[in-house]
T-cell receptor
Framework: EPEVTQTPSHQVTQMGQEVILRCVPI?????FYWYRQILGQKVEFLVS????????KSEIFDDQFSVERPDGSNFTLKIRSTKLEDSAMYFC???????????????FGPGTRLLVL | AQTVTQSQPEMSVQEAETVTLSCTYD???????LFWYKQPPSRQMILVIR??????QNATENRFSVNFQKAAKSFSLKISDSQLGDTAMYFC???????????FGEGTQLTVNP
């Protein structure tokens, strides 16, 4: 069964450093998403991406964040200058398209645990 | 703005028994989608069950079923014949058809005891 994959599974970085989190969505899916979950808190939406552009972003997704689909399979989240409060689990998700319950169901990857020191 | 509330931070159940997890939500839209996701200790988010607001019939997936009460904006999850592998954090989530984001509740930590 196709799955969303994410690399790395864990990343430790120093405050102020740039990090890139990578995701490979399910191959026939057209919509891609990033969510984050700070330890002990609810899962929060960051951004959605379709047709090589951002379709929706939350107030969390400020100028230090960016997303890109550099090739036909990868989807990346870049954090330009990490802060202590960026420490969280970051989930990538993908969905087929829009329009029906089946098409709009989002499937999640296993997450990248980011620790900023 | 849409909101999702799970009022039970923790629940426990004996193996083979039935448990119901509560979820209420708020949205101004008439059509939307509702989901339950499971997050075991590995922290992977796994889809459990899904429901479209226009469909009155409650969704069922094997031992998992929902009680969808649209007027009350309630979407509870029933797990029958609970198994040790059901131990996980369960998240209720809402997606409005006008947007692309999922809005999650706070989660309910379910422990299945042998």
């Amino acid at each position: 069964e196709p799955e969303v994959t994410q690399t790395p599974s864990h990343q430790v970085t120093q405050m102020g450093q740039e990090v890139i989190l990578r995701c490979v969505p399910i191959s026939n899916h057209l919509y891609f998403y990033w969510y984050r979950q700070i330890l002990g808190q609810k899962v929060e939406f960051l951004v959605s991406f379709y047709n090589n552009e951002i379709s929706e972003k939350s107030e969390i997704f400020d100028d230090q964040f960016s997303v890109e689909r550099p090739d036909g399979s990868n989807f990346t989240l870049k954090i330009r200058s990490t802060k202590l409060e960026d420490s969280a689990m970051y989930f990538c998700a993908s969905s087929v398209s829009r329009g029906t319950l089946y098409q709009e169901t989002q499937y999640f990857g296993p997450g990248t645990r980011l620790l900023v020191l | 703005a849409q909101t999702v509330t799970q009022s039970q931070p923790e629940m426990s159940v004996q193996e083979a028994e039935t448990v119901t997890l509560s979820c209420t939500y708020d949205t101004s839209e008439s059509n939307y989608y509702l989901f339950w996701y499971k997050q075991p200790p590995s922290r992977q988010m796994i889809l459990v069950i899904r429901q479209e607001a226009y469909k009155q019939q409650n969704a069922t997936e094997n031992r998992f079923s929902v009680n969808f009460q649209k007027a009350a904006k309630s979407f509870s999850l029933k797990i029958s014949d609970s198994q040790l592998g059901d131990t996980a954090m369960y998240f209720c989530a809402l997606k409005e058809t006008s947007g692309s984001r999922l809005t999650f509740g706070e989660g309910t930590q379910l422990t299945v005891n042998p």
